[in-house]
């Protein structure tokens, strides 16, 4: 079953509720509320290098608020224990039974903030529930329910006492990307708000959680033509083959193009994929899986400047070629 336009015109209507409920909260910043909501809607997570103060907390508040649905706030240190995560298993002596406590991951929005700190053990409690939406503790498994995402950040600036994130779990979320500051304007329009606390602010909430499950089903649907799939295809063999890369993207990161970009063509009010949806989604999604040569690395190369120059020197279809 295709997607039809009447569907993919509900769906960017629907969209754009969201995005511009968060944008009165996330001021000037609508391309990041657009990706984010797009790692949501295709079923992903997202990972946000960026400083303090730039509106993390706030934005997945937000998103949460905008849908009618739950967010919990995880501060990962390092005497964190994958328990705290994830829930642990106690004893009640009135029942004479061991109860499962749920940790704050059972949540439809969950933010990991500064993910780093956490020792690796901690970390890797979040790869199952990243990747099947379940927890196993003490043998039984608990389902977190949908729709369901993980926002984590990294602080680029202070390393002190961090752990790098292993590329298996960087290969877990749909896209990387960054809020940064805000522009001239919205910082004079935060600044003139400046008496009013952060998490005062109310987002109207503009759909229900199982509606973003409905939405999330709708974009699996949009069409895809094989010349799509070809150009991903040869866009992902590039940076394999680039000699200033160790490990190139990999199947996974292939796979999340195609569906990130499903989301966004839907989120245009189309029900078909184009080559600028892919070019769009080109770095948030896949420059994060690149690793890239430690000599490379030494001279300045980023892995976001190298997707660029893949996608510069791979010809894309033509649109008529693609629809």
């Not at 984010?36 to 290098?49: C, I, K, N, Q, V």
């Not at 995560?85 to 406590?101: C, K, L, N, P």
């Not at 949908?146 to 292993?166: C, D, K, S, W």
């Not at 292939?254 to 569906?259: F, Q, S, T």
């Amino acid at each position: 079953m295709t997607m039809t336009p009447d569907e993919a015109a509900r769906f960017a209507s629907n969209l754009d509720r969201l995005v511009g409920a968060v944008e009165t909260v996330l001021l000037g910043k609508n391309r990041v509320v657009r990706l984010a909501f797009t790692a949501f809607l295709s079923e992903g997570h997202l990972l946000l290098d960026d400083v303090p103060g730039t509106g993390k907390t706030s934005l997945a508040r937000a998103m949460a608020q905008s849908v009618h649905g739950t967010s919990n706030r995880v501060q990962f240190t390092p005497d964190l224990l994958p328990g705290d995560i994830t829930g642990v298993t106690v004893y009640d002596q009135r029942s004479g039974a061991f109860e499962f406590h749920p940790g704050p991951v059972f949540a439809n929005i969950v933010l990991a903030d500064e993910i780093n700190r956490a020792s690796p053990k901690t970390q890797s409690a979040l790869l199952e529930v990243m990747e099947e939406g379940q927890v196993t503790v003490d043998g039984q498994t608990h389902p977190v329910g949908h729709p369901f995402m993980v926002i984590a950040t990294q602080n680029p600036v202070e390393q002190a006492g961090t752990y790098r994130l292993p590329e298996a779990q960087l290969d877990r979320f749909l896209m990387r990307t960054s809020i940064g500051y805000p522009d001239h304007a919205s910082t004079i329009r935060i600044l003139e708000g400046a008496d009013q606390r952060a998490h005062d602010v109310q987002v109207e909430p503009q759909l229900h959680a199982a509606e973003i499950v409905q939405m999330a089903a709708s974009a699996r649907t949009v069409h895809v033509d094989p010349t799509i799939h070809d150009y991903v295809s040869r866009l992902v063999d590039a940076t394999r083959t680039t000699r200033e890369v160790r490990l190139g993207v990999s199947v996974r990161g292939a796979l999340a193009l195609i569906r990130a970009a499903k989301t966004h063509a839907a989120g245009r009010g189309r029900h078909y994929v184009v080559p600028d949806d892919v070019k769009a989604l080109a770095e948030p999604v896949l420059a994060h899986r690149l690793i890239l040569d430690a000599e490379a690395e030494f001279d300045g190369v980023t892995a976001s400047n190298l997707i660029a120059q893949v996608l510069i020197e791979t010809p894309p279809p033509s649109s008529r070629q693609a629809v």
